[in-house]
């Protein structure tokens, strides 16, 4: 049986627009792109060069995934976090259905649209929250961490590694403590039009948003990626409320499944609810769900029947293997007429022959990672390097700023001896 959610909107998730894609007031003329090379010294440190050997013979493997906290920003006048958050519920609607084509511009990064040259700022400060809100007796060990990033930043070296780094990019770096390297993710603009396709839209009918997790929803978690402790940030477009085949149909398990998750009805959030946390500076709700395992999140991507047998899978997995995003949901649709849903999951059959493929390329990351890593910590924690490809070659370089990352408060727990708040 197919399942179906009537009545969600009786509950405490709401169907509404997808607020990662906006509509640009009249008159509105996008900000000029910035230059790549800005505020970097002229001459780049060193060239890097995509290795051709690596060393590694074995499958290089993610393991000791932990998830650390979560969180969505609120629509709001000032930089507002809901924390814990949550995803956009996955309803499972009835096919076939029809959705009008995405209009507009899409942000490319809401961090640094509301904290500006801090961008991890949310990152720690959620998982404070998540911490205090969980019980944890131990806190995370930061001090252990080899890089924090987002999974954009690991997708564009991969497409470097593999030659199809198509647009040039930009990673700012740094060192905090004795060992954990920051990046930063750099953008030449903070939004772009949204091309002709229906995946914002589809999204949106297909899913259904908590009151004030109808932005994006962004989950962190921490791993071992073959022996470099790894904490990622990465977007997460929805959950599956129950495992496969255990779908529930009934308004009444659907609350109670809501209700153990700390999703149950509520009358709402607005950003008046915000409490300021006095070290990061931002306004902070504290609401929704740190039980959303990690089996249950799913990628959202659309695709026409026209393209449908030429999925480039070299790209599209490494987007579910890096975030270790257990779903992979790809909507087949003519003209935004949506008939299927094709749903392929982490460790099926199908999904470890993709793998093999995909792994000369992985060995290669966990390879330039590393001196990527030895790099920054021979120029220290004074030192702020930067990585910028253009044309497929990656340079680094330093920067002119000695402008950190993070706040001195949060800088600390990156040493031995470093205490939470």
């Not at 209009?103 to 961090?111: A, E, F, I, K």
């Not at 990465?234 to 308004?251: D, K």
């Not at 990585?387 to 340079?395: F, P, S, T």
């Amino acid at each position: 049986m197919v399942a179906c959610y009537p009545c969600i909107t009786a509950m405490s998730f709401i169907a509404q627009r997808c607020t990662k894609m906006f509509t640009p007031a009249h008159g509105y003329r996008a900000p000029p792109d910035r230059e790549i090379l800005e505020g970097l010294e002229t001459q780049p440190l060193k060239v890097l060069r995509i290795p051709a050997v690596t060393g590694i013979v074995h499958d290089v493997q993610i393991r000791d995934v932990e998830y650390l906290g979560s969180y969505n920003w609120m629509e709001s006048g000032i930089p507002t976090l809901v924390v814990p958050g949550s995803p956009r519920l996955w309803l499972d609607k009835r096919l076939p259905f029809s959705v009008s084509p995405d209009q507009g511009r899409t942000s490319l990064s809401d961090n640094e649209n509301h904290v500006p040259g801090r961008a991890l700022v949310p990152l720690l400060c959620a998982v404070d929250i998540v911490e205090e809100k969980t019980g944890k007796e131990e806190k995370f060990a930061w001090s252990t961490v080899d890089f924090v990033t987002n999974r954009r930043s690991l997708r564009k070296l991969l497409r470097w590694i593999d030659g199809r780094a198509k647009t040039n990019f930009r990673i700012d770096m740094q060192l905090a403590g004795s060992r954990t390297v920051l990046l930063s993710p750099w953008e030449a603009n903070t939004s772009e039009p949204v091309w002709a396709n229906y995946g914002y839209t589809f999204e949106r009918v297909a899913c259904a948003a908590a009151p004030g997790c109808e932005k994006g929803h962004t989950r962190i978690i921490s791993y071992d990626f073959d022996g470099l402790k790894m904490v990622l940030r990465s977007n997460v477009n929805a959950f599956l409320l129950a495992p496969a085949g255990e779908a529930s149909t009934s308004v009444d398990s659907l609350t109670r499944d809501l209700s153990l998750l700390g999703l149950q009805a509520s009358p709402g959030i607005s950003p008046k609810d915000a409490v300021l946390d006095a070290v990061s500076g931002l306004h902070i709700v504290r609401s929704g769900s740190a039980n959303i395992s990690q089996d249950s999140l799913i990628e959202i991507d659309t695709c026409s029947e026209k393209r449908r047998y030429s999925l480039k899978w070299p790209e599209v997995y490494p987007q579910m293997f890096l975030s270790q995003t257990s779903n992979r949901y790809t909507a087949i649709h003519e003209d935004g007429r949506f008939h299927t849903v094709e749903k392929r999951k982490l460790g099926e059959p199908y999904m470890r022959k993709v793998e093999e493929r995909t792994q000369p390329g992985l060995r290669k990351l966990r390879h330039v990672l590393q001196v990527i890593h030895d790099l920054v910590l021979e120029h220290g924690e004074t030192g702020r390097l930067c990585l910028v490809c253009e044309k497929g070659e990656l340079k680094v370089y330093k920067r002119t700023t000695m402008e950190s990352f993070l706040p001195d408060e949060f800088l600390q727990r990156f040493h031995d001896n470093g205490e939470g708040f």
